[in-house]
């Protein structure tokens, strides 16, 4: 069945760096676009960056922009979200995604907190 595992949250104070990853598995992975989404407490989810399978240009939300980059690596069936200059509107629960055929595919998520 289809798995994905994220890792890396923590804690981190403003300005500071951190990434996290995906591990996906029970699905051939170089076929599928992959996303991280993140939902912070009292606010909707909202997608964070999607990563293509062809070269294509990845899509960021405009306030990730310039610090976020989202990576892949099909040989490892992981996909990244480098996070840079991270800021306390960050702070939320990042959740890992795919789209298999018609399901929706969710990871557990990972915290992040960004405080000083």
């Known amino acids: 069945q289809v798995q994905l595992v994220e890792s890396g949250g923590g804690l981190v104070q403003p300005g500071g760096s951190l990434t996290l990853s995906c591990a996906a598995s029970g699905f051939t992975f170089s076929n599928y676009p992959m996303s991280w989404y993140r939902q912070a407490p009292g606010k909707e989810r909202e997608l964070v960056a999607r990563?293509?399978?062809?070269?294509?240009?990845?899509n960021y939300a405009d306030s990730v922009k310039g610090r976020f980059t989202i990576s892949r690596d099909n040989s490892k069936n992981t996909v990244d979200l480098q996070m840079n200059s991270l800021k306390p509107d960050d702070t939320a629960v990042y959740y890992c995604?795919?789209?298999?055929?018609?399901?929706?595919?969710w990871g557990q998520g990972t915290q992040v907190t960004v405080s000083s």
């Open positions: 995604y795919a789209l298999i055929g018609r399901i929706d595919s």
């Open positions: 990563i293509w399978t062809i070269s294509r240009m990845p």
